[in-house]
């Protein structure tokens, strides 16, 4: 299991960013990922497709940083959307019914194709 957590950032075209997690989305690292996502929306990102395959843990924190990061770029004109989710994040997503918040997909592909990158 992993417990070291990870951001990798891949940039595409169109402004996009692809960014893949690793590890436990606990409260501290859902902040590292609040500042990254704000920094990269600072600097003029509007969509960010977040690869949550390899997350083996979300708390309620991390939880509630992806509904704000989906809220604050979709107010900017952009958007997050949630790809590849593992069954621990899965899980949660479903059990607080929040499908209907959150845009998810099944790949990076798939989440790319809809911003139109």
Same mark, same amino acid.
């Given at each position: 299991m992993a417990r070291e957590f990870s951001i990798t950032e891949a940039a595409t075209d169109h402004g996009a960013?692809? @960014?893949r997690l690793t590890g436990r989305?606990?409260?501290?690292n859902a902040q590292?990922? @609040?500042r990254t996502c704000r920094e990269m929306e600072d600097a003029g990102t509007k969509n960010v497709v977040i690869n949550l395959s390899e997350? !083996?843990?979300?708390?309620s924190s991390g939880v509630g !940083? @992806?509904?704000? @990061? !989906?809220e604050e770029f979709g107010d900017a004109d952009g958007s997050v959307h949630l790809v590849a989710l593992s069954?621990?994040?899965r899980s949660v997503v479903e059990l607080l019914n929040l499908t209907q918040f959150l845009n998810l997909g099944t790949t990076e592909a798939e989440a790319l194709e809809a911003i139109g990158a």
């Amino acid at each position: 299991m992993a417990r070291e957590f990870s951001i990798t950032e891949a940039a595409t075209d169109h402004g996009a960013v692809v @960014l893949r997690l690793t590890g436990r989305l606990d409260a501290r690292n859902a902040q590292a990922l @609040l500042r990254t996502c704000r920094e990269m929306e600072d600097a003029g990102t509007k969509n960010v497709v977040i690869n949550l395959s390899e997350v !083996t843990f979300v708390a309620s924190s991390g939880v509630g !940083t @992806l509904l704000a @990061l !989906t809220e604050e770029f979709g107010d900017a004109d952009g958007s997050v959307h949630l790809v590849a989710l593992s069954d621990p994040v899965r899980s949660v997503v479903e059990l607080l019914n929040l499908t209907q918040f959150l845009n998810l997909g099944t790949t990076e592909a798939e989440a790319l194709e809809a911003i139109g990158a």
